[in-house]
């Protein structure tokens, strides 16, 4: 998918319309995959990249950016609210 129409689409046509879908910067490339229960789940090295890439942001403001702007905001979102998932190089 490389839109959030697209990736509304996908959850839509599987019966997870609440799935919340991060639109602001999107991350459409940083999706990794769905939960059995539709929540969509996000790489955070590929968030990064994102931000790095897309808003010439450097690794270390990327992941400030997602950390304050994110990260915080996912109880906010309710029970369909995206997860984000850390690879072993950020444990």
Do not use: C
């Not at 998918?1 to 999107?26: A, F, I």
């Not at 990064?48 to 403001?61: I, N, Q, T």
Request: charged content about 30%; glycine content about 6%.
């Amino acid at each position: 998918m490389e839109t959030v129409e697209e990736l509304k689409e996908y959850l839509t046509d599987r019966g997870y319309e609440d799935t919340v879908v991060l639109k602001s910067p999107d991350y459409v490339d940083a999706v990794v995959g769905v939960t059995t229960d539709g929540q969509v789940v996000y790489e955070w090295s590929k968030m990064v990249e994102h931000l790095v890439s897309k808003d010439g942001m450097s690794p270390e403001e990327a992941e400030e950016f997602i950390s304050y702007n994110t990260v915080r905001a996912l109880p906010y979102m309710g029970d369909k609210h995206p997860v984000i998932m850390f690879g072993e190089d950020m444990l």
